[in-house]
């Protein structure tokens, strides 16, 4: 127990101080960071939406989501440009999978527009914003973590994931508060409602991944981080949250 403790919390560092450099950095290095980590995710989705699938193909098609979303990155070009390379790389997720085709489309589709638009909010809104963005997201799954753990209560969705808890849910949005809170510099209200509107949809991804776990029947999506599984597992709900987050500004200005 203490031994799986002790990979899980220097996983974590390790990863958190490798995001932490890239936003700090953008650029070129937040790209290759996006790039890398839609990539892998891919490949987890892949995996899990057809066991059956050969090792070449979904590394495959793992290798071409991160050059198509460093490419896409890099270009200052028309975003039709962009999302025509998009969708002609998506095409072939459809030819090389079997299986939920489909669904892994749909979550291949959610992760490229994921990274792509977190990447967008580093170039175009600054380091705070994507600092702002991610750690709401961070907060809402360690206080829905901690909530769940403590207070218990009524399930969420028990046919989905049979561990998240109504407790665990407020308790994310409560962490997704508080990080507003400690960004006073922003507009404090509309922040606010941003983070939580920004918290409900970061849940509603991890939801989303643990569908496509249960309907694979397996626990976590890869084992490529020592005591958190795949990188799908952790980046689950930053998918939710950047697009929904995207959406927000689109209409805000």
Known sequence: ????????????VVLGFVAAMAVYLGGVAFALFCAVIGGVMI???????????????????????ALVTLGTTQMNTHIGLTT??????????????????????????AILLAVQGLFSVRENMGMLITLWLIMTVVATDVGGFVF????????LLVKISPQKTWS?????????????????????KVFLLTGIAVSVMAQCGDLAESWLKRTAQVKDSSSLLPGHGGFLDRFDGMVGGVLIFLLIDHFIH
Not at 150 to 155: E, N
Not at 169 to 183: K, Q
């Open 84 to 109: 025509s390379l998009i969708a002609l790389s998506l095409l072939l997720v459809v030819v090389f999978v079997g299986g939920q085709r489909w669904v892994c489309l749909a979550f291949s589709l």
């Open 148 to 155: 769940g753990r403590i207070f218990g209560g009524p399930k």
């Open 168 to 188: 665990g849910a407020v308790g994310g949005w409560m962490g997704a508060v508080g990080v507003s809170w400690l960004f006073q510099s922003f507009d404090v």
């Open 1 to 12: 127990m203490i031994h799986e403790v002790a990979r899980r919390f220097w996983s974590a």
């Open 43 to 65: 490949w987890e989705t892949t995996r899990l939406s057809n066991a059956a699938i050969t090792p070449f193909r979904a590394l495959s098609l793992a290798c071409m989501a």
